[in-house]
């Protein structure tokens, strides 16, 4: 059963996640703006950040069970191996711990424009830890 | 890639920009066109909350 199978997950596509990628793509040069692509039961959202001068391809991949399941994040621009990236060159966002059920993700607040914050700041992370070789962020208690 | 890295003055905003989004909880603002770090702020307009990264609940 994927998002675009259930009721339940058509209207969250309608009501919330694609009104906040309408409203996050105005304005936006076009190579920036979020491209929402269908594969199998996935949705992915793809599209690309800069925090400084770097520019990064990401995708951004919600699961037949999204929201409960918190959206995953790849990053396709390769990276040097670095903290908080996992297998595939996915960033480690919600996890606390090594399971889910520790996640930081809450569905009932975040949407997947949420997720590409998150990511941008993981970027942000990784551009001052290639230059000194230290997370600047502390991990969360 | 080639990774373009940052200056001095580029670093040290950036470095104070996350480190006040998560201790201040102060907003990071991203140019709405480009996404590029654009400083920050204490509070957000209601245009500019999606391009605002407030606090963000990552394990780091």
């Given at each position: 059963?994927g998002l675009?199978?259930?009721?339940a997950?058509?209207r969250?596509?309608l009501s919330?996640?694609?009104?906040v990628i309408?409203?996050?793509?105005n304005?936006?040069d076009?190579?920036f703006?979020?491209r929402?692509v269908?594969?199998?039961c996935?949705l992915?959202?793809?599209y690309?950040?800069m925090?400084?001068?770097?520019?990064?391809?990401?995708?951004?991949?919600l699961y037949?069970?999204?929201?409960?399941?918190?959206?995953?994040?790849?990053?396709?621009?390769p990276?040097?191996?670095c903290?908080?990236?996992l297998e595939?060159?996915?960033?480690c966002?919600?996890r606390q711990?090594?399971t889910?059920?520790?996640?930081r993700?809450?569905?009932?607040?975040?949407?997947?424009?949420f997720?590409i914050?998150?990511?941008w700041?993981?970027?942000a992370?990784?551009?001052?830890w290639?230059?000194?070789?230290?997370w600047?962020l502390?991990?969360?208690? | 890639m080639d990774?373009?890295?940052l200056?001095?003055t580029?670093r040290?905003g950036?470095?104070t920009a996350l480190r006040s989004n998560?201790q201040?909880?102060?907003a990071i603002?991203?140019d709405?066109r480009?996404?590029?770090?654009?400083?920050?702020?204490?509070?957000v307009?209601d245009d500019?909350v999606?391009?605002?990264?407030k606090?963000v609940?990552?394990h780091?």
């Amino acid at each position: 059963m994927g998002l675009l199978d259930s009721e339940a997950g058509k209207r969250r596509l309608l009501s919330i996640e694609i009104p906040v990628i309408e409203r996050y793509n105005n304005g936006r040069d076009p190579e920036f703006k979020i491209r929402l692509v269908r594969q199998g039961c996935n949705l992915v959202l793809c599209y690309r950040l800069m925090p400084t001068h770097n520019v990064y391809d990401l995708e951004t991949r919600l699961y037949s069970s999204y929201p409960m399941v918190p959206p995953e994040t790849r990053v396709l621009t390769p990276l040097r191996h670095c903290p908080h990236l996992l297998e595939g060159q996915t960033m480690c966002l919600w996890r606390q711990g090594s399971t889910r059920a520790t996640s930081r993700w809450d569905p009932s607040k975040y949407t997947c424009v949420f997720a590409i914050q998150a990511a941008w700041r993981w970027l942000a992370c990784y551009e001052l830890w290639h230059e000194t070789g230290e997370w600047p962020l502390p991990e969360a208690k | 890639m080639d990774f373009r890295p940052l200056n001095d003055t580029e670093r040290r905003g950036l470095l104070t920009a996350l480190r006040s989004n998560v201790q201040d909880n102060r907003a990071i603002l991203m140019d709405r066109r480009t996404t590029r770090f654009a400083g920050t702020a204490e509070d957000v307009t209601d245009d500019e909350v999606i391009t605002a990264i407030k606090s963000v609940p990552c394990h780091y």
